[in-house]
Structure formats: C-alpha cells, structure tokens
C-alpha cells in the first residue's frame, strides 16, 4: 500500500531533506584522489549525528556503515574501505537520515579528477534522466509514466538501464511502496496522488544491463564489468507537480 503523507508529515520530512542536502555537498567538496572511502563514510557519520539526525542505512540489513559509495562498476550498496579513489573514478555516494520520524534518501554520482569522455557523458545522461524521470512526478500520471521516460531517453543516448533494482517510496519507513522501475510502459502501474513521497533512481550503465551481486554480500556491480552511475531525489507529490526534498 501507497502510504499519503499530511503536509506537516511532509514539512518534517523537508527538515530532514535540508539537512542531508548539506551533508551530501560538504561530502561532494571532499571527493579527490587519494581519499579514502571510509573517511568520507566517518565525516558523513559525525555531520548526521551534529544535525541531531541518526542514519538510515547503518544495520539495516546489516549493512555495516552510513554512507553507500559505489565506484565506477559498482551500482549500489558499495561499503566503505580504506581504498583510495584515484583520478578517473566514478563514485556514486548515497545517503539516507532518519529525522523526526521519516527518512530521507539520495545518491549522487561524482567524477574523481579528470575522467574519461564516456564516463561524462554517463554521468549527464544519469542525472538529466532523474530530471526527465521527476517531469513526470505529477497527480493523475502513473508509475509506468516515470519509468518509460527513464528508460526511452537513457536508451536514446545509448546506455542502459539496471532492471533488477528500483526506486521506491519513502517515509516512516526507508523503503516503502511502490517500486519505482527504470523501465517500463506509459499509463501502467498505480497512479500518482498528492501526499506520495517517492525516491526515484536512476541506475545506469554504459554496458550491458545485466548484473551481479559483489564478494561483500550487499554491493551490486555491473556484469560485463561496464561503468554505472547512479543519481537519486527524495521527492513529495503535490496538487500541481511535486518539490524536491533533498537537491543537492
């Protein structure tokens, strides 16, 4: 079931949304070569606990950390180490709070120095797709409207997009209804009502679609070992469109 949020439910979550959009740009400030994941992973801890807020992420399902970094074939759910990025990466950050009772969640996908073309070009061609995905965040469309938007424009710029993980909604609890795919038909699924607060996520490769799940038990990475970028918004529907809770 869809849950609807009150406008003061959905007031708290912008609160909460404000504080991790500070904390994802302090930690996009920090990403060079030679950092180490688990250092951004350790700021991230501290600036959450600072903004009286607690991590979403940190147990749940055992994942062993706040911050989700994913590197360059890595989708998702990359766990923090004492690798160093280096000039040429990709990484994707995800962050997720848990503020006056509702989480909020969202993921960015940065360049570490000087990368290549393609990788660039991935990276635009993600993040426009999450912008062309949210056009379409509105009452009265449907699901199916986000995902086939997702998909026919990342299709068109000649990538793919990742079909085994979603999107989803979000509130009092970090994953909610529904499943927000990266692919699909137009006018299909539930329709969209105001009150819905949703995390919309584009995943997407430069290879193959195909993947498989990492050594660790919780990363995803591409099969063909292709480069993946990964852009994600915590966004509230509303009567006449919908407002993004977490830009970064």
């Known amino acids: 079931m869809i849950s609807i ?11 909460g949304g404000e504080i991790l959009s500070k904390i994802m740009r302090h930690l996009q400030k920090m990403v060079r070569p030679g950092i180490t ?9 501290d600036l959450v606990l600072k903004y009286g807020a607690k991590p979403s992420f940190l147990g749940y399902e055992g994942f062993p950390a706040t911050l989700c970094v994913s590197i360059n074939e890595e989708i998702v759910h990359g766990i923090p180490g004492q690798r160093e990025l280096k000039s040429g990466d990709i990484l994707s950050l995800d962050l997720g ?7 909020t969640d969202a993921a960015i996908t940065l360049p570490v120095g000087k990368i290549s073309k393609e990788a660039r070009k991935l990276l635009k061609v993600t993040k426009k797709a999450l912008a062309i995905g949210i056009r ?10 986000i995902s086939f938007a997702i998909q026919k424009y990342a ?6 997009v990742v079909r085994d993980l979603c999107g989803h909604g979000v509130g009092r609890e970090l994953h909610e209804d529904p499943q927000i795919l990266n692919f699909g038909k137009r006018e299909t699924g539930p329709e969209i009502r105001e009150g819905m607060v949703l995390c919309p996520e584009p995943m997407i490769t430069a290879g193959d679609w195909r993947i498989k799940q990492g050594k660790d038990g919780h990363c995803f990475e591409t ?11 915590t966004v509230a529907v509303q009567k006449r469109g919908c407002k993004i809770l977490t830009k970064i």
Do not use: C, W
């Open 5 to 15: 949020k009150s406008s003061e439910e959905i007031k708290i979550m912008e609160e």
């Open 37 to 45: 994941t688990k250092e951004l992973d350790k700021v991230a801890y």
């Open 97 to 103: 709070i848990y503020h006056g009772g509702f989480h």
């Open 136 to 145: 379409e965040i509105k009452p009265g469309k449907h699901f199916g409207d």
């Open 155 to 160: 299709e068109s710029q000649g990538f793919n």
């Open 223 to 233: 099969r063909d070992g292709s480069l993946s970028a990964h852009f994600e918004y």
